[in-house]
């Protein structure tokens, strides 16, 4: 039997009308067997997604404030929606079961969890397909790493049995059995776990872009689609911002050599983008395959005379910040001249201790910190085989009239990364862009 595992994102299931369009993608093809689904998410700009309106709920109850209206807007959301589907559902006593929850001890995964759970029982009532709840099947260890070997044996033991499912994205269960959800947009890593547990010949992930842009659509005008793009360079993409798929959606099924697809709910005969192991002999020779990037970041920097004959220097600075539990973005180094990147939130936790630890474990002549910096990664495997990549972007910065504050340069050449002030963010990204574009085709 074919195998198509399709995960909806909350844009394509955000209304009875998106996901009557969903419906006929699944039933337009019967390998289309497990359907991974996400919480409804915006049916407008100015809309709220419902697991927001979850995590809102959480908050308000917690700080012993009146939650009820914003249960309302829930539950206004999903009655709207059966009504619409006419499916027979009931939802008070799934609300009610909310609402004692938020009045004895609230969880805020739980809580952010019945988004998934409420819109995959609705969907799985309405394809007329078997609902299976990820607390029962996506295990995550007592220190909040996804089990994969009890997921994959429990999942699969579960699925080759059914010939359809529907399940919910986005969570699954500590050991003693307590929700757990995964970070934000992780019904994307849900859809891939789901993928390889059914050994699925694809995994169509269906959203509201036509598939995975050379940047984001909301800095760049018109940015192309990418056709075929490796595992690899959706990783370093997805990781810089492009917030298109999870960052960690490739790992299961790239150990499977599983194809994701990205597809669009709006527009089901657009090819979307194939995401593969190594791109086919049909894709030409190209240099750039997309840029992305984001903001939030801070830069310590710190300068000791005869830094480079002192041994060990390095590794004591950057146990400071494994003590504080924190990793790092980039390093660059001078010979007596050193910086961190690091994100900014993950940095404000431990500021001051870091800080001072430096001051007295490392003695440095100079210790400064730069806030407020954006980081912009331009990638693609071909940059390895042509000359020149690096300076196209450092001539656009020039012309764009942007400081370039770091550079980096991975050492596989599949990337090139730099660093400019938040201010300059959107202009230095569509400045690169403008000089790329040549080199994407
Ligand atoms: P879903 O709810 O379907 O999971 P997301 O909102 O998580 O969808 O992801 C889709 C959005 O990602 C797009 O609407 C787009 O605005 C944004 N995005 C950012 N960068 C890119 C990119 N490089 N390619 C495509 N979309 C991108
Ligand atoms: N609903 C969750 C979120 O908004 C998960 C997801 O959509 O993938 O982050
Ligand atoms: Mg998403």
Known sequence: MHTITVKFGGTSLASASQIRKAAEIIRSDPA?????????????KDDIKVTDLLYRCYNEATDGNDFSATLEKIRGRFQDIITEL????????EIEKLREHLKTAPNADYMASRGEYLNSKIIAAFLGFPFVDAAEVVRFRADGKLDEAYTFRTLSARLIAMDQAVIPGFYGALPDGTVKTFSRGGSDVTGAIVARASVSEIYENWTDVSGMLSADPRIVDSPRVIDYITYTE???????????????????????????????????DDPGTMIVASLPASVGRRVITGIAGKKGFSSIHIEKSMMNSEVGFVAKLLKIFASCGLSFEHCPSG????????????????????????????????????????????????????KGTAA?????????????????QGSSELNIIVSVE???FEHALRSIYAAMEGLMK
């Open 422 to 424: 938040e201010r300059d």
């Open 335 to 386: 010979i007596d001249t050193i910086s961190v990147v690091i994100n900014t939130d993950s940095f404000n936790a431990h500021r001051e201790e870091i800080l001072h630890r430096i001051r007295t474990d490392l003695e440095p002549d100079v210790v400064s910190v730069e806030d407020n910096l954006a980081l912009i990664a331009v990638v693609g495997q071909g940059m390895v085989y042509s």
């Open 392 to 408: 196209r972007v450092f001539s656009a910065l020039y012309e764009a009239d942007v400081n370039i504050r770091m550079i980096d």
């Open 234 to 268: 959706l990783r370093e993409l997805s990781y810089m911002g492009a917030s298109v798929l999870h960052e960690d959606a490739v790992f299961p099924v790239r150990k499977a050599g599983i194809p994701i697809n990205i597809r669009n709910t709006n527009r089901p």
């Open 32 to 44: 289309r067997r497990f359907v991974v689904a996400s919480a409804p998410g915006k049916r407008t």
């Open 86 to 93: 006419e499916v027979d559902f009931d939802l008070d006593s």
